[in-house]
């Protein structure tokens, strides 16, 4: 199982900075996570995250550069290799963790969603309790991880099916609020 440290930052008194917002605190800019670091990016192109509240600027993302995706993607697949051989009780543990790290701070990253996105703090609450419902429902996926077998599905045969980890894959989040 991935360490208290790998899994959720480094502690405030190692002198690194946490994966974490703890506290609100944005950084002005957000920095790349490639290989479990914190990367500042190299690009010349930013978007500028503005609070809808007040239209000051809360941080600003980067464009990142094709370099720096690539790196991200050789990190990921890194990463699978050793990731694709836990066990499914392992991966359970770390949701279960994450599900009681969200618990822990439903109010501060609430806050985070309402100074980036402009929703009410109750508005903000309601989408991390969404989050904290999908968590949980993936805590409860080991079952179906589990293969299949069916005897006799033909004279002399029978059918084994094995779920296997693919690999590394991409997603894109589309978002229209407010």
């Not at 806050?111 to 805590?139: P, S, W, Y």
């Amino acid at each position: 199982m991935l360490s208290k440290v790998r899994c959720c930052g480094i502690s405030a008194n190692s002198g690194v900075r946490s994966l974490s917002y703890a506290g609100g605190r944005i950084p002005p800019t957000t920095q790349n996570v490639i290989n479990g670091q914190w990367v500042e990016s190299s690009t010349d192109r930013w978007i500028d995250v503005h609070n809808p509240a007040t239209n000051q600027v809360v941080t600003r993302v980067p464009q990142s550069t094709q370099a720096e995706m690539e790196q991200a993607v050789e990190s990921a697949k890194a990463a699978f290799s050793i990731w694709s051989r836990t066990t499914p009780l392992a991966r359970q543990q770390i949701m279960f963790k994450y599900q009681q790290l969200i618990k822990e701070n439903l109010t501060e990253v609430a806050k985070l969603i309402t100074t980036e996105q402009g929703k009410t703090l109750a508005d903000a609450e309601g989408d991390v309790m969404r989050g904290l419902q999908v968590v949980e429902n993936l805590c409860a996926n080991t079952s179906l991880m589990m293969g299949e077998t069916l005897t006799g599905i033909a004279k002399d045969m029978d059918l084994t099916s094995f779920k296997t980890p693919l690999g590394v894959c991409a997603g894109i989040a589309p978002f229209n609020f407010p």
